[in-house]
């Protein structure tokens, strides 16, 4: 079955602690996203990745950075984690073209809780 | 950016009945998508549209892809426990091949038995 895997579901952090949220996926897909989720608002881009090593800002960039260093590795990192970046993060990927483009798969997501 | 208004927020049904939600934007999209999140988990495809006036069928699900572009509705018929979650609506405008969509704000749906 083929997956999109948030290896931390459940986080709690301090202020100012640095965090990293890892992303894999194992369909070979070129695309890879991050994006928040807080009620009411819906899903929030932060960022997204068409290539290895390369990313781009989604619409609420600040505060965090990515990495993509591998095809099937996306990597969020929150520098110095706020209380308001308190909130569920999912990851999702998909394929750049063909049959299901631009149709995303979410992993289950990882929520972060900063004190 | 780009806005999506989903409607309504939230929805609270008896078993049985049916369900309408839509999505509307001031942005032509050229692909609408439909997302079902259970609680504690993903969001997961439910019916993805292509063309504008399409009308497609997925179990007791239908959904339409608007004539304008500009939006796109969810019809859930017979409902059942298993239901509840929340829906998301998702339109991809055009011009890019890197599948940045645009979510709705999400419609919560609770089924009483």
């Known amino acids: 079955d083929v997956k999109v895997t948030q290896s931390s579901r459940y986080l709690v952090k301090r202020t100012g602690e640095k965090v990293f949220l890892e992303c894999v996926q194992d369909m070979d897909h070129e695309n890879m996203f991050w994006y928040r989720q807080d009620p009411g608002l819906g899903l929030r881009l932060i960022y997204f990745s068409y290539d290895v090593k390369m990313k781009e800002k989604g619409d609420i960039p600040e505060g965090y950075s990515v990495s993509r260093e591998k095809k099937e590795r996306f990597s969020l990192i929150l520098e110095s984690a706020s209380t308001n970046q308190t909130s569920m993060y999912l990851c999702?990927?998909?394929?750049?073209?063909?049959?299901?483009?631009?149709?995303?798969?979410f992993g289950a997501g990882s929520r972060l809780t900063v004190l | 950016g780009q806005q999506l208004n989903q409607s309504p927020q939230s929805m609270f049904i008896q078993e049985g009945e049916d369900v309408s939600m839509n999505c509307t934007s001031s942005?032509?999209?050229?692909?609408w998508l439909w997302y079902k999140q259970d609680p504690g988990e993903g969001p997961v495809l439910l019916i993805a549209?292509?063309?504008?006036?399409e009308l497609t069928s997925n179990g007791r699900l239908t959904a339409q892809f608007g004539i304008t572009r500009k939006d796109s509705f969810l019809n859930i018929s017979a409902s059942i426990p298993s239901d509840v979650g929340i829906y998301f609506c998702a339109g991809l405008s055009g011009g890019t091949s890197y599948g940045k969509l645009t979510f709705g704000q999400g419609t919560i749906l609770t089924v009483h038995p």
């Open positions: 942005s032509i999209f050229n692909t």
């Open positions: 999702a990927s998909s394929h750049m073209g063909g049959s299901g483009a631009n149709v995303l798969t």
């Open positions: 549209l292509y063309k504008a006036g």
